[in-house]
């Protein structure tokens, strides 16, 4: 069965340094991908997700994930973190042309922002 | 465009009891997904609502059940509650129900369900 894991439930950097968010998955086979994002009290955001193509991809608020499937990897990264940038985030999976039922989601990874 | 938006927002309920929770969708969009978050089993599928009928259902017990009404708005039941039911509930609403990841869900703030 597909699983997605994500090293580091909680990662800390300072404000201005690289972030970068650990994601692997199991599919041999490339699925769609995807990162989410949960600040305090609010529900999941969509960041990114890639689907075909370019396997650089760009998302809101200054984040990227490179899809690289020698390695079944979908790590999200950031130049230069801000203290907004601190909450949990998701990665996902889902096999092409199936159903939400099917989207797993990883077990998430906290970041905090030091000043 | 208003967002998904959730009642209530946050309950406290003793075991056995029971609980509806609601979740209306953006305007327009027709499916509406609901999701178990706990630190423990993270985020878990529930099930999914299109046009008033159950599309797809995730591995819970029956004590969970839910519903969609013609606007699309939905409500989920959890009877019998246990303190395992303790969690928050996602609901996420998207246009469609095809398959494909262009068919973005968006999310409500959740309901935060505490069961003493």
């Known amino acids: 069965a597909q699983s997605v894991t994500q090293l580091g439930s909680h990662v800390s950097v300072s404000e201005g340094a690289l972030v970068l968010l650990r994601c692997n998955y199991s599919?041999?086979?490339?699925?769609?991908l995807f990162w989410y994002v949960q600040y305090p009290n609010q529900g999941l955001q969509l960041l990114l997700k890639?689907?075909?193509?370019?396997?650089l991809v760009k998302g809101i608020n200054g984040f990227e994930a490179e899809f690289k499937k020698s390695e079944t990897s979908f790590h999200l990264t950031k130049p230069s973190a801000h203290m907004s940038d601190a909450a949990e985030y998701f990665c996902?999976?889902?096999?092409?042309?199936?159903?939400?039922?099917?989207?797993?989601f990883g077990p998430g990874t906290s970041l905090s922002v030091i000043p | 465009k208003a967002g998904v938006t959730q009642t209530p927002r946050y309950l406290i309920k003793t075991r056995g009891q029971q609980v509806t929770l609601s979740c209306s969708p953006i305007s327009g969009h027709r499916s509406v997904s609901w999701y178990q978050q706990t630190p423990g089993q993270g985020l878990q599928f529930l099930f999914e609502y299109f046009s008033e009928t159950q599309r797809n259902k995730g591995n819970f017990p029956g004590r969970f059940s839910g519903r969609q009404f013609s606007n699309s708005r939905s409500e989920m039941n959890v009877s019998t509650l246990e303190l395992g039911d303790s969690a928050l509930y996602l609901c996420?609403?998207?246009?469609?129900?095809?398959?494909?990841?262009?068919?973005?869900?968006?999310f409500g703030p959740g309901t935060r369900l505490t069961v003493l």
């Open positions: 996420a609403s998207s246009l469609h129900r095809d398959r494909g990841p262009y068919n973005e869900q968006f």
């Open positions: 890639y689907t075909t193509g370019a396997t």
């Open positions: 996902a999976v889902s096999d092409r042309g199936t159903s939400y039922d099917k989207v797993i």
């Open positions: 599919s041999s086979v490339p699925p769609y």
